[in-house]
């Protein structure tokens, strides 16, 4: 198979053409046309499909959509894995992938385009190697007003803003960022989970990441650790009170492993841009402490049509943390009719609605403290043959919780080795937690977006 590409599009969520190159002239100019139609009317939803002997390939990316398509037999898995190289590379260069930003360095785009794809055939698509022939600086991005002020209060102290992380790389010899040497580490927990009408857990797991982004100059060596009573199952160490205990993990190409074993560190010249330093699995609830919040939803007959659904959270984590902007949604039976929804007396901060024309009820609860209950009533109208909890459902949850980490798995410390005595880096960790979409019926209650930040200077580690 030969890995040929016709046209390459960047297209904005509203479809128009941000990026256009056209390198052999063998497909119809009306390509994302035909592309948006399909996407549109529906007609196609995956990311690969094929019309009138053109093949469509897509990655969609925080509502941009990178297309190629071509007219020969190019392996579609290769294809997607360029794309979302491009997609990675164009974040690394320009710092936020959004339409903004795409449309304010489109120069540097195109120059980033023109290095990874030659006549249709790809060249190299990484960071590090495209410093070399690359020589436009990504414009900036202007922060919202009144931000600038608050970055440089953060600064001055030992946190950053989580919008530090979207910045570009600097281009060697370009004394961007003023010659500040930083790396970010981001510590991610992807939790699915369901549990029955009861609060009891049915099933639980974690795949979750170890997420760098380096604005490192040079290539230093770096030293990570992490926690000194990590267990990895099937090891030869087994799993005791207080370790935190893997099922499987990967590694990025560039870890040496040596000290990993004895001493829980991870050895590496850290590539510059962003990269996945390590995943992880948890395939199984390790202790109660790990969820955070529990869903229970009561259903009872008011008469002979009335029906109630009084819906329970309550919060597991500690007092001293908090949840934010936590969003619970649930449909009510399609044959329901006079949907009203009640929120309790002292509830402050709280919204609740239904929307009658998807039988959708949305509760909104700005700050949700730990260790408390809050509670939501709806109440609907139903004929008297309608079986409500086959018909109710599903129930989802989504929310944020600022310093709380779910999987336990923590940095140490985070040191860089370099001779020179002028090297000055700056180190910088955070916790991310947040859930996989889940869906169940109404007689089991899930919780869908859990995040979790947790932002700290790592500059005084050993």
Not at 433 to 443: E, K, V
Request: hydrophobic letters at 35%; proline letters at 5%.
């Amino acid at each position: 198979r030969e890995p040929m590409i016709s046209q390459l599009f960047i297209l904005a969520p509203n479809g128009h053409t941000i990026v256009h190159k056209d390198y052999r002239g063998d497909v119809p100019k009306d390509a994302p046309e035909v592309f948006l139609r399909r996407v549109v009317e529906k007609t196609e939803t995956s990311p690969i499909f094929q019309v009138d002997g053109v093949n469509y390939i897509c990655v969609r990316k925080n509502g941009l959509f990178f297309l190629c398509t071509s007219v020969f037999n190019t392996s579609p898995a290769f294809v997607i894995e360029l794309l979302t190289q491009l997609t990675k590379v164009c974040k690394d260069y320009i710092g936020v992938l959004n339409e903004e930003s795409l449309r304010k360095n489109f120069t540097l785009i195109y120059e980033l385009v023109d290095e990874i794809i030659d006549f249709g055939y790809p060249q190299s698509a990484s960071t590090a190697e495209l410093q070399a022939y690359v020589f436009n600086e990504a414009a900036p991005i202007s922060a919202p007003k009144g931000e600038s002020k608050l970055l440089s209060n953060l600064q001055s102290r030992k946190t950053m803003s989580s919008k530090a992380v979207h910045q570009p790389i600097s281009l060697p010899n370009s004394g961007a960022r003023s010659g500040k040497n930083e790396i970010f580490v981001d510590v991610i927990d992807r939790i699915s989970a369901t549990f029955n009408s009861n609060g009891q857990v049915k099933t639980f797991s974690i795949d979750g990441s170890i997420q760098m982004k380096s604005y490192l100059t040079g290539s230093p060596e770096l030293h990570l650790a992490l926690n000194d009573e990590l267990v990895i199952a099937g090891g030869e160490r087994k799993a005791g009170y207080g370790c935190v205990e893997l099922d499987n993990v990967n590694f990025h190409e560039c870890v040496q492993l040596d000290k990993f074993e004895r001493e829980k560190m991870l050895v590496l010249e850290p590539p510059h841009g962003e990269f996945v330093l390590m995943n992880f699995h948890i395939g199984s609830l390790r202790h109660e402490g790990q969820i955070p919040f529990r869903v229970t939803p009561i259903i009872s007959a008011l008469t002979e049509y009335k029906q109630e659904v009084r819906l329970q959270v309550r919060a597991e984590f500690a007092e001293k943390y908090h949840g934010a902007n936590v969003k619970v949604q649930f449909t009510v039976p399609k044959t329901s009719t006079g949907a009203s929804v009640e929120l309790m007396p002292n509830a402050k901060g709280q919204t609740g609605e239904y929307d009658d024309a998807t039988k959708t009820v949305t509760w909104m609860i700005r700050k949700f403290i730990g260790a408390t209950q809050q509670t939501l009533s709806c109440k609907f109208v139903v004929s008297a043959s309608c079986n409500v909890k086959k018909e109710m459902g599903p129930i989802s949850m989504s929310f944020e919780i600022p310093m709380y980490n779910v999987s336990q798995l923590q940095v140490q410390h985070l040191k860089i080795v370099e001779r020179n005595k002028s090297y000055n880096p700056h180190r910088w960790v955070r916790c991310l937690t947040h859930a996989d979409s889940l869906f169940a019926g109404c007689d089991t209650g899930v919780w869908r977006g859990v995040e979790a930040i947790e932002v700290r200077s790592n500059k005084g580690a050993p």
